[in-house]
């Protein structure tokens, strides 16, 4: 199974990032795709999550209204659109393959990831 993900890079405050995810391999077709964020010396934290087949979408109370996930199945890929970035939105951006079709919060929830992308918002 492979994940790349990539879009990341250094933006001004109220700037916007697409984030992307390149999925391969995984061997059950209903996965919900899920991505999570650490920023230094914190924990891995969930962002959001969409179902199997898109219908689905799941959001942190934190990034709600400003953060939009979606995906291709066709392209096996996964985006994550970031609008209104906050300094605090300063981190390395994972997606990851879910155990189930409907999503959920926590990262055990989980069974592959990617390798990350960084996303640096400046004041």
């Known amino acids: 199974v492979q994940l790349q993900a990539s879009g990341g890079g250094l933006v001004q405050a109220g700037g916007s990032l697409r984030l992307s995810c390149a999925v391969s391999?995984?061997?059950?077709?209903?996965?919900?795709i899920g991505w999570f964020r650490q920023a230094p010396g914190k924990e891995r934290e969930f962002v959001a999550s969409?179902?199997?087949?898109?219908?689905?979408?799941v959001y942190a109370d934190n990034i709600q209204g400003r953060f939009t996930i979606s995906r291709d199945r066709a392209k096996s890929t996964v985006y994550l659109q970031m609008n209104s970035l906050k300094p605090e939105d300063t981190a390395v951006y994972y997606c990851?393959?879910?155990?189930?079709?409907?999503?959920?919060?926590?990262?055990?929830?989980?069974?592959?990831w990617g390798q990350g992308t960084l996303v640096t918002v400046s004041s």
């Open positions: 990851a393959v879910s155990r189930r079709s409907y999503s959920g919060r926590g990262l055990t929830d989980y069974a592959y």
């Open positions: 391999g995984v061997p059950w077709d209903d996965y919900a």
């Open positions: 969409i179902s199997w087949n898109g219908g689905s979408t």
